[in-house]
């Protein structure tokens, strides 16, 4: 293994017409000494057509496709794979968000000699590469508690990690497929040992996130029972180290958030009456008070819309919340 040696994991199925982007943000970037492995789920489009294509090209691209039972289980195949000293999870629509990611990340890591994680800032894209959003972090350590609670969360594709850190703690954990990089965050800045100063967020831009209607992501409703569910797993972990009280009081916030937005969207709460029933040990009979929907207050600050104003609908997609923006300017990435 090279001492500074970039994995990048992208776990790809049936993105085809996307992920051809990602490939050439990583073959234009300004450092060198990468690895591009792309673990496909038996795509039965022509993603790997395109893949072949560009690993006969250049060795450092790695293509595997086999079956696998959904995105936390192929990036740990590709971490299983994976050679490098820093790694990061890459999704097959997104991309990077200019030549000199690779470069800035590790001007970074050699700044921070301590650090085992370093998350950068994203642009959120439409599949039409209009410039919808643009992340709003700063520079500063981020301590682990802040990332337990979600205060801090990092953007997949812009976020580098050392691997043998991410093996040590057990990779991504399938059980929690929806939410499996937000619980693969948390385990990582907190599982014992937790290690003071060493994760980092800086407002350098990294990663395009690109919006589509098919994408994995799409649906908030699977996010909101995926925390719920992560919520309780972290209960009985005891290579987390908090107490019970901070655990519960996370878990707490985060079933009740699940249940206002379900009850919001008249989802059925069944999945959730189980979580429910796990974390309280007592029968689900009647829906907890609900508070504003978190996502409909956030969505209501973004579009400068009275809170208390009943009559707004609220998206229940990151598609319909970020397609609507009507203010939309071109993003310029033919760089690569």
Known sequence: MKEDKISIIVPSYNQGSYIENVIKSTLNQTYS??????????????T???CEKYALLDNRIIFFSEPDKGFADAVNKAIDKATGKWAIIQSSDDFFASPYVFEEMLNISKQFKS???????????DDNFNHLKTGDKKESIVHAESVYTLKDNFSQGATFFLLDRAKEIGKLDPTVDMVADTDFWIRYC????????????TA??????????????AVFSNFYLGRAKMSIKHLSDSNIK?????KRKQADQLIESAFSHFNL???DLSPLKKVYEKFYNKTYLKPTPIRHSP???????????????????TPNSISEIYTSNNNKTGYNYKWF
């Open 242 to 246: 908090y107490t019970d009280e901070f």
């Open 204 to 217: 350098r831009i990294w990663c395009c996130v690109l919006i589509q209607p098919n994408q994995r992501s």
């Open 265 to 267: 969207y008249n989802i």
């Open 295 to 313: 996502l409909k207050t956030w969505v209501k600050r973004k579009l400068g819309i009275k809170i208390n104003d009943p009559s707004f609908y």
């Open 48 to 50: 790997k057509e395109i």
């Open 190 to 201: 907190c599982y014992y040992p937790i290690h003071i100063n060493s994760i980092y967020q």
């Open 115 to 125: 650090l085992k994680i370093i998350s950068g800032s994203a642009v959120v894209i």
């Open 33 to 46: 000494e990468w690895e591009l492995i792309i673990q496909d789920g038996a795509s039965k489009d022509n």
